[in-house]
C-alpha cells in the first residue's frame, strides 16, 4: 500500500448518479473482503485476516460509513498489539484517524508512538507523521518536531529507492514547516532555525514528541507502552 499517495478523496463525485455508482462499487468490494475473510481457514495466520479486515476500513473509509470503519478499526488494533503485529496496529490507527470521530486525534497518537517505537514500513511512519504536521497549527513547534522525526526515521529505517524518495519528501515536508513557522526562505536562516529548535538532535526531539503525544492522548492510553517496549527489536 502506498500510504502518502493513498489521498481519500471522499465526496468528489460530481452527481448523484456517480454517488450511487460509487457506493456500489464500495459495497461490492467490502462483500468481496468479507467473503475473503468468512474463507480462510481457521489455522490461518492472524496477520492474514487482519490484513483483509483493515482492506475493508479503507474500502469503509471510501464509502463514507466512518463509523463503521472506526469501530472496525478499533477491535484490529486491539488484537494487532496482542500478535505485535505493529503495521497492523499503526493501520488500524490511521483508519480511526480518517475516521474524523471524537478520539480521531487520540488514535493518531497512537500510530504516531507505535510507528516510532517499532520498525514498521517507513512509508507509512512518515504519513502518520504528516498527519500530525497538518493537525498543527502554523507556529507551532509540534509540526516541527513531527518533520524532524520523520526524516530521522527515513535516514535509520528506510532503503535504496524508498529512502531516496522519503528523503526528498519529508525534506520538502520540514522545509514548508520552517517557511509557516518562522517564515524562514534562505537555507542559512533555515539551518539556524533548525539548530535553535534542535531539530538536528533526535536526543531532543524525541522526547518532545512523546509529551506532545502524551498531551494529545490526555496520558490516557490504550496500552501498555511500558510494557510494549519489552518488544522492540534489538
Request: charged share 25%.
Amino acid at each position: 500500500m502506498e500510504y502518502l499517495q493513498s489521498e481519500r478523496r471522499l465526496g468528489s463525485s460530481e452527481s448523484a448518479d456517480d454517488d450511487a455508482q460509487q457506493e456500489k462499487l464500495v459495497a461490492l468490494h467490502i462483500a468481496e473482503l468479507q467473503q475473503q475473510i468468512d474463507a480462510l481457514p481457521a489455522e490461518a495466520p492472524p496477520d492474514e485476516r487482519l490484513h483483509l479486515t483493515l482492506d475493508s476500513g479503507y474500502a469503509l473509509l471510501q464509502g463514507n460509513l466512518f463509523d463503521q470503519a472506526w469501530h472496525t478499526a478499533r477491535q484490529v488494533l486491539d488484537e494487532a498489539v496482542e500478535n505485535q503485529l505493529w503495521l497492523r496496529a499503526v493501520e488500524a490507527c490511521d483508519i480511526m484517524f480518517q475516521s474524523d470521530r471524537e478520539e480521531s486525534v487520540k488514535a493518531l497518537a497512537h500510530g504516531i508512538w507505535l510507528g516510532v517505537t517499532f520498525p514498521i514500513d517507513p512509508e507509512l511512519s512518515v504519513a502518520m507523521l504528516q498527519h500530525l504536521v497538518d493537525e498543527s497549527p502554523e507556529r507551532s513547534d509540534g509540526a516541527a518536531v513531527a518533520a524532524a522525526t520523520a526524516g530521522y526515521l527515513v535516514e535509520l529505517r528506510a532503503q535504496g529507492k524508498q529512502q531516496e524518495d522519503l528523503r526528498f519528501f519529508t525534506r520538502q515536508m520540514l522545509g514548508q514547516v520552517a517557511r509557516n513557522h518562522s517564515q524562514v526562505e534562505e537555507q542559512e536562516i533555515f539551518d539556524f532555525w533548525v539548530e535553535r529548535l534542535e531539530l538536528n538532535d533526535p536526543g531532543k526531539f524525541l522526547p518532545r514528541l512523546s509529551q506532545i503525544l502524551d498531551i494529545l492522548t490526555d496520558g490516557a492510553w490504550w496500552f501498555d507502552k511500558n510494557q510494549l517496549r519489552t518488544h522492540i527489536p534489538e
